[in-house]
């Protein structure tokens, strides 16, 4: 693709914000997506320095209407849409199964499974009427394993893949592509948040077989490759990016 016209939700921090950063090295046309407009606008000059065309759009991905008008602004300002990335999601309330709550639960899913749902469905409106598009969600290494005290985030993730692998066989026939990228342990604020001390988060790291934690730029890396028309027989698969950490 020349100049790809690139969507990315959550692009504000970690990941969606490394995503951003390497698709624009690269020559991509960028809309970027968050909730908090100062640091959008912040992010957008910033892209716009490395001579990126970017601009940012406010949307809560949880709302289906901010949704659908993200989609059409960015259909609009630059007349179709090549790839959209959905990162926008949050680690809840890691604990117990006991102490979880409904409230704790749609705080996960609301972001994580209804936030992916409601990016899909607009942006597969936008891509099989343009017969062509790649959209790549972002799971984890958790949407395939169990994890103790991470229960509804790790259900979310499972929901996720599971929407992955559905979208992927609705729309193929149209000329869609509909991937995932599930990081293992990478170095984000999220990860900080969900560790909780510098001891929980170095025997995570120990886990490891490549003996590192992952970086944004890693999955960002994973990101792109799933946009490339290199892959244009990839679809409906979940990419793990782990350092080896499930392959035993």
């Known amino acids: 693709m020349n100049k790809p016209v690139v969507l990315i939700t959550g692009a504000l921090t970690g990941i969606g914000r490394a995503t951003a950063f390497a698709f624009a090295k690269n020559g991509a046309r960028l809309i970027v997506s968050g909730r908090r407009p100062a640091e959008g606008k912040a992010l957008e000059v910033e892209l716009q320095r ?11 991905v949880r709302h289906d209407d901010e949704v ?27 604990g117990l199964i006991v102490n979880q709550t409904a409230e704790s639960y749609a705080a996960t899913f609301d972001t994580n499974v209804l936030g992916t749902l409601l990016s899909l469905k607009h942006e597969i409106r936008v891509m099989t009427a343009q017969k062509s598009g ?5 799971s984890s290494t958790y949407g395939h394993e169990g994890a103790a005290y991470a229960s509804v985030y790790a259900a979310s993730k499972h929901a996720v893949e599971g929407l992955t692998k559905s979208a992927a066989l609705e729309v193929a026939s149209s000329g869609v592509r509909v991937n995932a990228v599930a990081p293992g ?31 944004p730029d890693d999955i960002a890396n994973t990101v792109r490759f799933l946009a490339a028309d290199a892959t ?12 080896g950490k499930t392959a035993g």
């Open 50 to 60: 490395l001579g990126a065309e970017a601009v940012f759009i406010q949307a809560d």
């Open 68 to 94: 659908g008008g993200l989609i059409d602004q960015a259909v609009a300002h630059f007349g179709h849409l090549d790839v959209a990335v959905n990162i926008a999601g949050t680690e809840g309330h890691p």
């Open 134 to 138: 790649s959209i790549i969600n972002i």
């Open 185 to 215: 342990p990478t170095d984000t604020g999220m990860l900080d948040r969900f560790t909780g001390t510098p001891e929980n988060k170095a025997a995570l790291i120990a886990s490891v077989p490549l003996g590192r934690i992952g970086k």
């Open 232 to 243: 244009s027989f990839v679809t409906g698969q979940i990419v793990t990016v782990d350092g």
